[in-house]
């Protein structure tokens, strides 16, 4: 499903930012992305006003997805900074090299060099380490890049507080060379899954849209582009089954991505319909959690997989 990165496509396949909804559709769909108008809409104004997309939903839902599609049909390059509890400025904007620091200064010395010059030879971009943020905000060969910082809410509070800065100003300030400003501010997009809250200071400086499930037929024409060697009968029992679960209390609903891999793994199978021995059989390439699958297999998987089967019929579609 990840796009291929934008920087290895010539300079004359870039393309320029879309100029309307119905563009900003086309772009997506070039990319094999299935968009809402909303969310189109949303990341047109964002893509149109230079404000960072913050993103919300469901894992597997195609948050993630986005940032990729868009970075490969604009030409522009992909930087992920992916979240995770514990993640700190060292690792997410900037630090120094010390161990060339202690270098420099060590032939400064034998060299009779004045601290003043020293410090001023030490603290510069030579030895600055460049992490993801910071990356950001230089120009790249096809114009500013398109910055994903992936699962937020993994994260702890205190980082969104980094943030800040860059998303109001797309700046960031070092103490020791003072603030490096993008010349042209990044393409933002923000993913969090929704585990814990973001902070409003941080959600106000962004437009936001929550990414929900598909509706069937939406999810049909995803499958349809994803899994296109799949019979169109299999893929509406498949749409319709996952369906069926995500009405369920389970832990862990499947997402898009689940529909994608089974239909894949129903294909390798050899399955032209849905069966209750092969269903039962590849329940974990939907759901992920022991509890949720002993919950559905056996009789409740036959019972949903019948009444697919019963509804699709009743509604003339092939079963």
């Not at 950001?136 to 096809?142: D, K, N, Q, S, T």
């Not at 994260?155 to 603030?179: K, M, N, R, Y």
């Not at 959600?203 to 799949?230: Q, T």
């Amino acid at each position: 499903m990840t796009a291929p990165l934008a920087a290895k496509r010539p300079a004359d396949q870039r393309t320029a930012l879309p100029q309307s909804v119905d563009e900003t559709l086309a772009l997506l769909k070039r990319g094999d992305y299935v968009a809402e108008r909303s969310l189109s809409t949303a990341l047109f104004l964002a893509l149109k006003l230079g404000r960072p997309l913050f993103l919300e939903g469901e894992a597997g839902v195609g948050k993630t997805e986005i940032a990729k599609v868009l970075a490969h049909a604009l030409g522009r390059s992909l930087i992920r900074l992916q979240c995770y509890e514990g993640l700190d400025v060292a690792s997410a904007v900037y630090e120094w090299d010390y161990a060339r620091q202690m270098v420099e200064i060590r032939l400064a010395e034998a060299g009779g060099k004045g601290r003043d010059a020293m410090e001023e030879s030490i603290f510069s971009e030579r030895f600055l380490v460049k992490r993801p943020l910071l990356r950001a905000l230089e120009p790249g060969m096809g114009g500013a890049p398109v910055l994903l910082i992936d699962e937020l809410d993994r994260a702890d509070e205190p980082f969104e507080a980094f943030l800040l800065e860059i998303l109001s100003d797309f700046q960031v300030t070092i103490p020791e060379i003072g603030a490096i400003k993008a010349p042209e501010p990044p393409i933002v997009v923000i993913t969090s899954n929704r585990t814990r809250e973001i902070h409003d200071a941080l959600k106000r400086r962004c437009f936001y849209h929550w990414v929900d499930f598909p509706s069937a037929e939406r999810e049909l024409d995803i499958l349809a582009l994803k899994a296109p060697g799949a019979p169109e009968a299999l893929s509406r029992e498949v749409v319709g089954f996952v369906h069926k679960l995500r009405e369920m209390e389970l832990f862990k609903l499947p997402g898009v991505a689940e529909t994608i891999d089974w239909t894949h793994a129903l294909m390798q199978l050899d399955c032209l319909s849905l069966d209750p021995r092969t269903v039962d059989d590849t329940l974990g390439v939907l759901l992920k959690y022991q509890d949720d699958i002993a919950k559905v297999q056996g009789s409740e998987a036959n019972r949903l997989m019948v009444q697919v089967k019963a509804e699709l019929a009743a509604a003339g579609r092939p079963r």
